[in-house]
């Protein structure tokens, strides 16, 4: 059986993650309030803002710009989008 949460960007109980997706407390808060499906997409998006931004990742201010943007993904607030990013056309 799938382990459910209520996941705090969807608003609604959907599928957790299986394991906390690294260690500590975010880690924990992460694992116990966002869903497999938000965290895939949370991925996606962090990754899109790394290439597109050419970040360095052995960058201390990377990694707060990270934290920042994942805290505001997770709230539905208003992402900073990749430089000359244009969404494709649905």
């Excluded at 996941?7 to 109980?13: D, F, H, N, T, V």
């Excluded at 906390?20 to 895939?40: E, H, L, N, T, Y």
């Excluded at 990377?62 to 969404?87: H, I, R």
């Amino acid at each position: 059986m799938t382990r459910t949460v209520m996941c705090r960007k969807y608003q609604r109980e959907m599928e957790g993650l299986p394991q906390p997706p690294f260690p500590g407390a975010r880690g924990q808060m992460i694992f116990d309030s966002v869903s497999k499906q938000a965290w895939q997409e949370w991925l996606a998006h962090q990754t899109m803002l790394i290439n597109e931004r050419r970040l360095s990742m052995m960058d201390r201010g990377t990694k707060v710009f990270l934290e920042e943007e994942m805290e505001k993904f997770f709230s539905n607030q208003e992402l900073t989008k990749a430089d000359g990013y244009v969404p494709p056309k649905t």
